[in-house]
């Protein structure tokens, strides 16, 4: 059983940086795919972006330049460095670990609780 804790989230003006954490406890096999997906209120779930085990990461267009996924295999941490924030990125913020990222693209997997994230203009 893999338990995923996200942390990092909060409140910032525009323009600021956010760095969010996942902890994940379990074993994580180095061929798992893991990922950052939002989900903001009266919207869809999105995927923002994905670490495959093996393979180049991929992002959505809006946060490609902004954003730098990466993870630590040592240590079963996956980030997310946020910057140059916008309002429009405002959401609740989910880590997910799965057999593959299509996997996680179709809500399988494990998933965090979420942590909030709110960017003001």
């Known amino acids: 059983q893999v338990q995923l804790v996200e942390s990092g989230g909060g409140s910032v003006q525009a323009g600021g940086s956010l760095r969010l954490s996942c902890a994940a406890s379990?074993?994580?096999?180095?061929?798992?795919?893991m990922g950052w997906f939002r989900q903001a209120p009266g919207k869809e779930r999105e995927g923002v972006a994905h670490v495959p085990g093996y393979g180049s990461t991929t992002y959505r267009d809006s946060v490609k330049g902004r954003f730098t996924i990466s993870r630590d295999n040592a240590h079963n941490t996956l980030y997310l460095q946020m910057n140059s924030l916008k309002p429009e990125d405002t959401a609740m913020y989910y880590c997910?670990?799965?057999?593959?990222?299509?996997?996680?693209?179709?809500?399988?997997?494990?998933w965090g609780q979420g942590t909030q994230v709110t960017v003001s203009s």
């Open positions: 379990g074993y994580i096999y180095r061929s798992t795919c």
């Open positions: 997910a670990a799965g057999d593959s990222c299509y996997a996680l693209d179709q809500g399988a997997g494990y």
